[in-house]
């Protein structure tokens, strides 16, 4: 740190004569100047003259000097102390003549070196990043210090510093690191791109000055995983659907984690809805026993038996969704129940630990011996409906360091039985009607489905005059929206001649020629092509044989009859340009109020596909461009299997030009 220097200096008078007589009856004494203040810029020094003889202050002229320079415009008993003294030495002359008319000169003793403020440190280079939920590895960068003052243009170190979502450390030369907590329950929770938070870290400079680096995390959107879960049915009369885990010996503290989805489709026969249920039970799984049984209704989340505790969480059908419960049993006896937290989607359900509601404490005071996942009830069935579990993990301490057990179902095959009749299931023998089925989830694009009933539109091209076509028109073209879509392009996309033809995903204005597109994407044998952007390089790799997921924006708010509208593409999650681009279309007056057309193409004109096929699934089309408000959508569920979509169909909801597509299971 700078020292901060106080003076105070006194100096002899270098004194003049006065007249004669005056002399012969007055004797003179030596005035003295005394400074004060401190030798820092910003401050103020101060002289003080004080004579035995008197002295008037109006009389006094004041000159201040930093070394042997005098400072101009400084006539007066102060001096204010700029930058531009600094490292200088300070002195003061006054002259006068006192009360018995003596004339005096008086300087002062030099100060120390005025020291100068110093310069706060400026910040440049790598101060934010960007990073999706799913990411485990280490985000990196380096910060840039600016400082004119020596030595200190470094950083204060930090070494592995705990943040708000991850770990994060900075060298004194600036390179940082960032290592995202990926398991936080708030940044799984993250659900698509718009959906973000921030961690705020600190730095700062060798001088004091901080800053920070801003890491923000955000969802991943319309990245569709295929994985494995156990899909939970209610068709008994006699007994709910349920999955039951039953441990080996109660586990006093712990915690437990899981993924769920329940659609929209819970209801019995006779359209009464029926909840799902995620409990932890001790010695006893009688429901009014339950350590806590969390209802999951048609559109809010209930804790059984707690009617005081009001969980102001919504319940979206249709989405996957997280839970997470703690307890502790540690103080629980037979007359006090355990203690529990409850967290959706990483937002707690209240803001301290409450206690259990089970009936009977004797058999919760050992804590959580089962947990168990339920569909509907004893009394009817759910014929279309179902439940799904993913990613169950059992801790034997609250804070979840130790596994006691998890399953993520991956180590099944597609259709095993998770009930009793299947002897390698883990589960207790009151596992009822449920099966590990492989889904897709992820983001906000694709719902759970079982792939055996899935259903999808198929396009092939067997015309030597026409393309295989699903085209959709809206009755208005749409000046701001999105597209998502969901595709499947094999890998036998050959003519008979071996010729390897393309599949396409285009929107377009008032004309569909393909000239005059908003944009057309073309799905070529390994790669994805923009027609006629040549300058726009899509280094997302087509891999064949497998589900895509693509967004399409499109802004026309600005398009003319010379301005074309602007677009986004985005490919399992990855965009293909950092910023919007121009439409390359031919006709911008065909497009200047937006999107008419949809369309998704297998072939072309000129030759045919014979075995090649080109599915489409989960279209939904945007009349905005944050994808709030749907203006059409379709996951071909609705259809009769086998059903045309061609103009042959007066059902179909698919304008007149589609060609050679008909609904398929997977």
């Not at 055996?452 to 699903?470: P, R, Y």
């Amino acid at each position: 740190m700078k020292k901060l220097f106080a003076m105070s200096v006194i100096a002899l008078a270098v004194a003049g004569c006065s007249d004669d007589t005056t002399s012969e009856k007055v004797g003179n004494s030596f005035g003295q100047v005394t400074l004060s203040g401190t030798a820092l810029v910003g401050e103020t020094l101060t002289a003080a003259v004080s004579d035995v003889n008197g002295v008037d202050a109006a009389n006094i002229t004041y000159t201040w000097m930093a070394g042997d320079v005098v400072i101009s415009g400084a006539t007066s008993e102060t001096l204010v102390l700029t930058e531009d003294l600094a490292t200088a030495e300070i002195t003061v002359t006054v002259s006068y003549t006192d009360n018995d008319n003596f004339s005096e000169v008086i300087k002062s003793n030099e100060t120390d070196p005025v020291i100068g403020l110093t310069t706060p440190a400026s910040f440049s280079g790598d101060r934010s990043a960007v990073v999706k939920n799913n990411i485990t590895d280490v985000v990196m960068g380096t910060v840039v210090v600016t400082d004119n003052d020596e030595g200190e243009a470094v950083l204060e170190a930090q070494t592995d510093v705990v943040a708000m979502y991850g770990t994060f450390s900075i060298a004194t030369t600036g390179e940082w690191t960032y290592a995202l907590d990926t398991s936080n329950s708030t940044i799984s929770s993250l659900d698509g791109e718009s959906d973000t938070v921030t961690d705020t870290l600190t730095i700062t400079s060798a001088d004091g000055t901080t800053s920070s680096v801003m890491v923000t995390i955000t969802g991943v959107s319309n990245v569709a995983v295929t994985t494995k879960v156990a899909k939970i049915t209610d068709s008994m009369t006699d007994d709910a659907g349920e999955l039951r885990y039953k441990l080996s010996d109660a586990i006093s503290e712990g915690k437990l984690t899981v993924s769920f989805f329940k659609d929209d489709k819970a209801e019995t026969s006779d359209g009464t809805a029926k909840d799902a249920y995620i409990g932890l039970y001790g010695e006893s799984t009688s429901t009014s026993n339950a350590i806590i049984d969390l209802r999951i209704q048609s559109d809010k989340f209930v804790i059984r038996d707690q009617d005081d505790i009001d969980v102001s969480i919504p319940f979206t059908p249709g989405v996957w969704t997280d839970v997470e419960m703690t307890w502790d049993a540690s103080s629980a006896s037979d007359t006090v129940t355990p203690m529990l937290t409850v967290t959706i989607n990483g937002t707690s359900v209240t803001t301290d630990a409450f206690s259990s509601a089970s009936s009977s404490p004797s058999d919760v005071l050992g804590g959580v011996r089962y947990a168990i996942f339920k569909l509907g009830d004893n009394g009817s069935t759910i014929p279309s409906a179902a439940y799904y579990i993913d990613d169950i993990k059992i801790y034997s301490d609250i804070a979840g360091t130790t596994v006691a057990f998890e399953d993520d179902f991956e180590s099944y095959n597609v259709g095993d039985s998770l009930d009793d009749d299947n002897t390698a299931s883990p589960y207790n023998s009151n596992t009822a009607e449920a099966v590990v089925a492989e889904v897709t989830k992820g983001g906000d694009s694709v719902d759970p489905v079982d792939p055996v009933d899935n259903q999808m539109a198929k396009i092939t091209d067997s015309m030597t005059d026409d393309a295989g076509e699903l085209r959709y028109k809206l009755s208005d073209a749409i000046s701001e929206g999105k597209l998502t879509v969901s595709f499947w392009k094999d890998d036998m996309a050959e003519t008979s001649e071996g010729v390897a033809k393309d599949a396409y995903i285009g929107l377009y204005g008032e004309s569909t020629s393909t000239s005059n597109a908003i944009v057309d994407l073309r799905i070529q044998a390994d790669k994805f092509v923009i027609r006629d952007q040549d300058d726009i390089d899509v280094t997302v790799p087509f891999v064949p044989g497998q589900w895509n997921q693509v967004e399409m924006t499109w802004d026309a708010s600005d398009a003319t009859d010379a301005v074309t509208p602007l677009v986004t593409i985005t490919i399992n999650g990855t965009s293909v340009t950092t910023d919007a681009f121009s439409s390359a279309s031919s006709s911008p007056s065909d497009v200047m109020t937006g999107v008419r057309y949809a369309i998704f193409k297998l072939g072309d004109n000129g030759s045919t596909l014979p075995t090649a096929a080109y599915y489409i699934d989960n279209i939904k089309i945007y009349s905005d461009l944050a994808g709030t408000t749907v203006a059409f959508e379709d996951d071909f569920e609705g259809y009769a299997e086998g059903v045309s979509l061609d103009t042959d169909n007066t059902d179909s909801p698919y304008n007149s030009n589609s060609a050679e597509v008909v609904v398929v299971k997977e």
